[in-house]
């Protein structure tokens, strides 16, 4: 494999609700161009739009052809980076996405499997987390959200072949869900004091915990 071949795709989202900024669209965006062992991140914001996503995922991967796809995404209230080891073939959107789409527990393809297994290093990202003094865990459930599809749309297009090996590889994808920031965790405190409890953790720290997993996965290869 050449070396301008090696590439991964960092996804995150745009800023959603009440949020002024999405943690996930920022340290994608950060890392874009930044080369982990000897693999360039290709860095690129989704939308929150249901609809829309998963088009555009695939034209990304279109585009870099990378051999490796995580997904950041928020979670804000989590104590740490919770890494995703499963995604679900379910949608169930309640408050309106930002293309005012919602979903009522339905299938995201209807005839395919009820989930897949993520096929990056999970259990070692988080070991590596912990070991690097940051918080993680693992999680089997993605949500019904965007991050969520975004994970199970990577995956089906990986299994059903719509993603090719590259060189004979199949590609990996994982999803990685991110706490808010102080900032965030902030302002909504001063909205509302129900959220005087919420967790939170710096940019520079997610970002960092990111690289780590990001090395990871390319040293599971």
Known sequence: MSEKSKT???TGYEPFDRFAY???GVIALA??????????????????????MPGLLYSLVEQYRPQIVIGLGLAFG?????????????????????????RPGVPLLAEA????????????IVTDL???????????????????????????????????PIEGRPVVAGF??????????????????RFRHSASMSLELMQQGIELALATTV???
Request: contains cysteine.
């Open 176 to 193: 990685i869900h991110l706490p808010g920031t102080p900032e965030l965790a902030a302002r909504l405190i001063q909205e509302d004091k």
């Open 113 to 124: 499997p009820a989930g897949y297994f993520s096929t990056f290093p999970a259990n070692q």
């Open 78 to 102: 989590d104590s740490g980076l919770r890494l995703e080891r499963v995604g679900h073939n379910w949608s169930e959107i309640s408050t309106p996405d930002n293309g005012g789409h919602t």
């Open 31 to 52: 890392l874009d161009g930044k080369t982990i062992e000897g693999y360039v991140v290709k860095g690129a914001m989704l939308p929150v739009d249901c609809v829309k």
């Open 22 to 24: 999405n943690p996930s």
């Open 219 to 221: 040293r599971s290869l």
């Open 130 to 164: 912990l070991e690097a003094g940051l918080p993680a865990y693992p999680s089997d459930h993605a949500g019904g959200h965007l991050c969520n599809e975004m994970l199970f749309t990577a995956l089906h297009a990986i299994n059903s072949g719509d993603w090719p």
């Open 8 to 10: 991964i795709l960092l």
